[in-house]
């Protein structure tokens, strides 16, 4: 059974930071390319970055220079980073999995940024 859970959401600060956390159990996942999603509320859900199995990393040019994704293999986990934060990054971030063909989604972890 697979299950993909992310953690570290809250209410920050314009300006501030936080950590995301994703553990995906279930898949071998040193071959699943990892990614993270947000929705805000009335907009489609987005790609906010993005981390291949070798290790190469994708971003949203909305949060290129201010997100750093990273991946945890032996712990099968990955990260977001998320540093100076706008109000306009407030969104339900969600983890994905995908390994060949099978994608699986996280529940989602709420952050909200205040000015």
């Known amino acids: 059974q697979v299950q993909v859970v992310e953690s570290g959401g809250g209410l920050v600060h314009a300006g501030g930071s936080l950590r995301l956390s994703c553990v995906a159990s279930?898949?071998?996942?040193?071959?699943?390319?990892m990614a993270w999603y947000r929705q805000a509320p009335g907009k489609q859900r987005e790609l906010v970055a993005d981390i291949t199995n070798t290790g190469s990393t994708n971003y949203a040019d909305s949060v290129k220079g201010r997100f750093t994704i990273s991946r945890d293999n032996a712990k099968n986990m990955v990260y977001l980073q998320m540093n100076s934060l706008k109000p306009e990054d407030t969104a339900v971030y969600y983890c994905k999995a995908r390994i060949m063909s099978y994608e699986y989604w996280g529940q989602g972890t709420q952050v909200t940024v205040s000015s």
């Open positions: 279930g898949i071998t996942f040193r071959l699943a390319t």
